[in-house]
């Protein structure tokens, strides 16, 4: 199962401060326990919202939203992509996080991606064959 854990961004990411070299070391620490376990698919912090867009999509029409965006809790600050057994697995990983922000309360959120199989027959045989050539293009092996 793959498991997506998403940092929560704060003030200070959304204003752009940059973490000091002690978290950027802890975290790439941790980031090593993660792949040498092998359980690390991707990993990546992401710009302030006011570097970002939205499209809104309200039936055919497509409204672009530039950033940056003011609900600070509901963004997104970094992420993982981790291949685990379980939920519990990933909570456990995340639990040995470095706090992502040192100054006061920080947020990681745990989702499972969905795979084909979650589908069911709503996705066709064709739909999963065009899938697997699309990843192979891109080079996921699975």
Same mark, same amino acid.
């Given at each position: 199962?793959?498991?997506?854990?998403?940092?929560?961004?704060?003030?200070? #990411?959304?204003?752009?401060?940059?973490? #000091?070299?002690?978290?950027?070391?802890?975290?790439?620490?941790?980031?090593?326990?993660?792949?040498?376990?092998?359980?690390?698919?991707?990993?990546?912090?992401?710009?302030?919202?006011?570097?970002?867009?939205?499209?809104?999509?309200?039936?055919?029409?497509?409204?672009?939203?530039?950033?940056?965006?003011?609900?600070?809790?509901?963004?997104?600050?970094?992420?993982?992509?981790? *291949?685990?057994? #379980?939920?519990?697995?990933?909570?456990?990983?995340?639990?040995?996080?470095?706090?992502?922000?040192?100054?006061?309360? #920080?947020?990681?959120?745990?989702?499972?991606?969905?795979?084909?199989?979650?589908?069911?027959?709503?996705?066709?045989?064709?739909?999963?064959?065009?899938?697997? *050539? *699309?990843?192979?293009?891109?080079?996921?092996?699975?």
């Amino acid at each position: 199962m793959r498991f997506v854990a998403m940092v929560r961004a704060t003030r200070a #990411s959304e204003a752009g401060e940059m973490p #000091s070299e002690k978290l950027l070391t802890d975290m790439t620490l941790f980031n090593e326990e993660l792949v040498r376990a092998g359980v690390m698919l991707a990993g990546e912090g992401l710009h302030p919202s006011r570097n970002g867009a939205r499209v809104r999509y309200d039936g055919d029409k497509r409204t672009v939203i530039d950033g940056p965006f003011t609900e600070t809790k509901e963004l997104i600050a970094g992420f993982w992509i981790l *291949q685990l057994n #379980s939920l519990e697995e990933a909570v456990e990983w995340m639990k040995r996080c470095p706090n992502p922000f040192e100054d006061g309360v #920080s947020e990681i959120e745990i989702r499972r991606v969905f795979e084909a199989e979650d589908f069911g027959d709503a996705f066709t045989p064709e739909a999963r064959e065009l899938e697997a *050539q *699309q990843r192979a293009r891109m080079g996921d092996p699975r």
